[in-house]
């Protein structure tokens, strides 16, 4: 079974200032890594992925995140942020398994831009 | 580019009444997944679908039922409703092997 962990659960941050959003994951299998963002009263929107490769990836809307294996972490920052940004954002884990792709989340981080 | 699509998109029940809701994929995907979203929780996955057969299955209580139908659209039926089944409700559809998941808007199911 895989599991999510967002430690924080909000994020106050000052408009245009850099801004970290963490994740941690466990699986006992190899897993793919996903960044959500949920809009007020909206759909889940696809920020970014990790499927393989370069430990680093580039996402919509100027975020990116880092895969580090050793530290089953995959940690979610961009360097200037703003109003728009205010959102929840949701890590999910998905395991390269077929029949068991279902995403599981992590509680997920209020982000909160202060102008 | 066209999207997943679901409806209704609001949906109001009393307790102990059915409701169904439905989920049209995006073109060519073959798989679709169902998840509940309580107030203020993360989305817990509730069922799928990979060619119309159920590929997993989640925390779905024994009194909703899911289908997909062969042109590959969905309908999470729900029977006896109760209070505690208010959420939000979000298809997402994916190829094989899936690199993403694509949601839709989601259905927002109210039982008074």
């Known amino acids: 079974a895989q599991s999510v962990t967002q430690l924080d659960s909000q994020v106050p941050v000052f408009e245009e200032a850099p801004v970290e959003l963490r994740c941690n994951y466990s699986s006992s299998v190899s897993v793919y890594l996903f960044w959500y963002v949920q809009y007020p009263n909206q759909g889940l929107q696809l920020l970014l992925k990790?499927?393989?490769?370069?430990?680093l990836v580039k996402g919509i809307n100027g975020f990116e995140a880092e895969f580090n294996k050793s530290q089953t972490s995959f940690h979610l920052r961009k360097p200037s942020v703003h109003i728009s940004d205010t959102a929840e954002y949701f890590c999910?884990?998905?395991?390269?398994?077929?029949?068991?792709?279902?995403?599981?989340f992590g509680t997920g981080t209020r982000l909160t831009i202060i102008p | 580019a066209a999207g997943v699509i679901q409806s209704p998109r609001h949906l109001i029940k009393e307790k102990r009444e059915t409701a169904t809701l439905k989920c049209y994929p995006i073109?060519?995907?073959?798989?679709v997944y169902w998840y509940q979203q309580g107030p203020g929780q993360d989305p817990q996955f509730l069922i799928s679908?990979?060619?119309?057969?159920?590929?997993d299955k989640g925390s779905i209580p024994d009194r909703f039922s899911a289908q997909q139908f062969s042109d590959y659209h969905s309908e999470l039926n729900m029977s006896s409703l109760e209070l505690g089944d208010s959420a939000l409700y979000f298809c997402a559809s994916s190829l094989i092997p899936p690199d993403e998941q694509f949601f839709g808007p989601g259905t927002r199911l109210t039982v008074l």
């Open positions: 999910a884990v998905s395991e390269r398994d077929f029949g068991n792709e279902k995403l599981t």
């Open positions: 990790y499927l393989s490769g370069s430990t």
């Open positions: 679908f990979y060619e119309k057969m159920q590929s």
């Open positions: 073109p060519r995907h073959d798989t």
